[in-house]
């Protein structure tokens, strides 16, 4: 016998019933369908750990919908179905249009998704028109996802707005940056530099105590463990709604997989985590299942777009295509070998390829600093091992190859290292601005955490007094603070909007625009603007 029936018939004949006893009686019934809900809940192809997390209203489509890789013709649209346990193979419709209303310009398709791609679902829709908003939409039975909105390229636009992200761990904070970019209607496109999620089990690396816990609680090792992470990281409301109104274009680091990756292992893969290359495959599968990519796991992830004639936009993998082994300090004895890479052979060349003249501007999209950058150290102290700095071949190398190709308007956009710089790139880091090949903006983390989480404040103060000091082509530093850049770019001129957010321990904040820069172009030099 069904039990709901019982209950509601039970209800139902016993004629004389005080108002206290109804009043318990409702309250009996209200409390039994909610607990019958999760155990129909609990059927679901998730994590038990993550059915807080769901919102009901959006079944089955509870992490809502993905755009990403824009071209001015394509765009990828991506959703993720969560069904019953035993359900094997799902069919799904999607549709784009013009309109919210799906009348205008409108494509539909079908497609099928299973338990080999985690029931996501990505489309790399064709045949659209150059600098377009578009709405687009997924089906499933009599269920729809909510609307998503994205943007192609422009083929001959003058301007264009692009925001850069990087380092957002869930356990540090709440995703207010996320949000601000969302609410930005003038960004085109949101760039995410890397660090989407990070690997560490519940307290390892974070601040549980606002709230915010790893699921799974261990560290992620295998393809069930990074899929489980992706799918808590989708469900924060404020992630959802960025990916919901901005098209994204994204590399990785090395949190996607482990910390301080390279192409042969990492720091934090330890051997009784079992094969490295098992676990960056799995890696790997889930990051492209669940991101808005163009591409297939066994194709290399650095890739290049153009913005018209304005902007050649390139994604570099600095961590896993081709990184060679980290040394521990300047004074290694294989330091300064010519057969450490950052970037490999065939990224190398490609990336000298693909620096573009006819573009206004290159703009590098890039992990980790390119640099230098001395450490705050009272005296003038190491350079850092994680970024180029730590590979100086073939860094000199590629900034000798900018000066013989007179290389105009280049910007390197580096995430990885949790707090700001703005910098003018030469080989030596001086003052001096005659050589200068490039101007490199380091954006700081989304959440993870930077100086303040660890040391006071007068503590903060001293080390950003360092950086400058022993860094002399050093404009800007904020060591401090959690945030995002935006990339305001037209012919003339690129303008560099640093944002914060002030606070991510909890879930609201207000946005702080905490400096403005220009860079003119044919010039390699940073000037301070005014902020608007």
């Given amino acids: 016998m069904n039990i709901n029936n019982t209950v509601i018939h039970h209800f139902i004949i016993v004629p004389r019933f005080t108002r206290k006893k109804m009043r318990y009686t409702i309250v009996a019934l209200i409390l039994f369908l909610f607990a019958n809900?999760?155990?129909?809940?609990?059927?679901?192809?998730?994590?038990?750990?993550?059915?807080?997390?769901?919102?009901?209203?959006?079944?089955?489509?509870y992490h809502g919908v993905a755009s990403g890789d824009p071209t001015q013709n394509s765009v990828v649209i991506w959703t993720?179905?969560?069904?019953?346990?035993?359900?094997?193979?799902?069919?799904l419709s999607w549709e784009i249009a013009t309109d919210t209303t799906f009348k205008q310009s409108r494509q539909t398709g079908i497609v099928t998704t299973n338990a080999e791609f985690d029931f996501t679902t990505k489309i790399n829709v064709t045949k659209l028109k150059p600098y377009t908003v578009y709405y687009y939409r997924f089906s499933y039975n009599n269920s729809s996802s909510v609307v998503g909105q994205t943007k192609t390229l422009s083929d001959n636009l003058n301007t264009s707005t692009i925001a850069f992200a990087s380092c957002s761990n869930y356990e540090w904070g709440y995703f207010n940056n996320y949000r601000f970019m969302a609410e930005d209607k003038a960004i085109d496109v949101v760039v995410h530099l890397g660090d989407y999620i990070y690997e560490y089990a519940v307290g390892k690396y974070g601040d549980t105590a606002i709230g915010r816990i790893n699921v799974p609680n261990k560290e992620i090792i295998s393809l069930d463990d990074y899929r489980t992470r992706y799918s808590l990281y989708r469900l924060d409301k404020d992630l959802m709604k960025l990916h919901q109104l901005k098209p994204f274009m994204t590399t990785w680091d090395d949190h996607e997989i482990a910390n301080n990756a390279y192409i042969d292992g990492a720091q934090n893969h330890q051997k009784n985590e079992g094969d490295w290359y098992?676990?960056?495959?799995?890696?790997?599968?889930?990051?492209?299942?669940?991101?808005?990519?163009?591409?297939k796991p066994e194709s290399h992830l650095y890739r290049s777009f153009a913005i018209g004639k304005l902007i050649n936009l390139l994604l570099l993998d600095t961590r896993i295509e081709g990184r060679t082994l980290q040394v521990d300090?300047?004074?290694a004895p294989n330091y300064f070998d010519t057969t450490?890479?950052?970037?490999?052979?065939?990224q190398y060349n490609w990336l000298t390829h693909s620096l573009d003249k006819s573009y206004c501007w290159n703009i590098m999209g890039n992990q980790v600093p390119f640099g230098p950058m001395f450490q705050p150290d009272k005296i003038k102290g190491a350079l850092y091992m994680d970024g180029w700095d730590g590979y100086p071949y073939e860094r000199e190398k590629f900034v000798n190859y900018l000066k013989k190709r007179q290389l105009k308007n280049l910007v390197i956009v580096t995430g990885d290292y949790h707090c700001s710089f703005a910098m003018e790139t030469n080989l030596?880091?001086?003052k001096d601005t005659s050589d200068n090949v490039a101007i490199e903006f380091v954006v700081t983390s989304i959440t993870s955490a930077n100086d303040d989480e660890y040391v006071t404040d007068k503590e903060v103060a001293e080390a950003k007094e360092l950086y400058l000091k022993n860094n002399p082509h050093m404009k800007y530093c904020n060591n401090k603070d959690h945030g995002y850049l935006v990339l305001k770019v037209s012919k003339d001129e690129l303008i560099a909007e640093f944002n914060y957010a002030s606070t991510v321990k909890k879930p609201e904040a207000i946005k702080i625009t905490e400096k403005v820069y220009h860079i003119k172009s044919g010039s390699a030099v940073i000037v301070e603007g005014t902020k608007k």
Avoid at 285 to 293: D, F, G, N, S, T
């Fill in 428 to 430: 030596q880091g001086t």
């Fill in 37 to 61: 809900s999760l155990l129909c809940q609990n059927n679901l192809n998730i994590d038990t750990e993550l059915l807080p997390h769901l919102n009901k209203s959006l079944a089955p489509f």
């Fill in 80 to 91: 993720k179905l969560t069904l019953d346990k035993n359900i094997k193979e799902a069919v």
């Fill in 278 to 295: 098992n676990r960056k495959a799995a890696a790997t599968k889930a990051y492209y299942e669940w991101l808005p990519v163009n591409k």
């Fill in 329 to 331: 300090s300047m004074s």
């Fill in 340 to 346: 450490r890479s950052i970037l490999g052979r065939e």
